[in-house]
């Protein structure tokens, strides 16, 4: 089992930034792949970013390329979410999740551990 727990959310003004963190424990693997996720009152989860287990290969949801960037840290356990430009369409409950697989993830159904959630809300 792996434990995800995300912090960093909250209230940030359109145009601001705002960086989310993740913790993990239990039984961790730097072969996990790590992604974010967020989910909007109404809407589906979907795929924020993702980052391959050595953090040589990401991936960026179209919406917010060149404006966030995913970071991990294999000694440490961590993996960030760096939100710059922020948009108030960005306002979402944002998730940590991890797959663990030797082959890159994106779809929500691939990952197997899931954080609580942090808030994140961008007023306009």
């Known amino acids: 089992q792996v434990q995800l727990v995300e912090s960093g959310g909250g209230l940030v003004q359109a145009g601001g930034s705002l960086r989310l963190f993740c913790a993990a424990s239990g039984r961790t693997s730097s072969s996990y792949v790590m992604g974010w996720f967020r989910q909007a009152p109404g809407k589906e989860r979907a795929i924020v970013a993702a980052?391959?287990?050595?953090?040589?290969?990401?991936y960026y949801a179209d919406s917010v390329k060149g404006r966030f960037t995913i970071y991990r840290d294999n000694a440490k356990n961590t993996v960030d979410l760096q939100m710059n430009s922020r948009k108030p369409e960005n306002t979402a409950v944002y998730y940590c999740a991890a797959a663990e697989s030797s082959y890159f993830r994106i779809a929500v159904p691939e990952y197997d551990y899931w954080g609580q959630g942090t808030q994140v809300t961008v007023s306009s």
């Open positions: 980052i391959s287990s050595s953090g040589g290969r990401t």
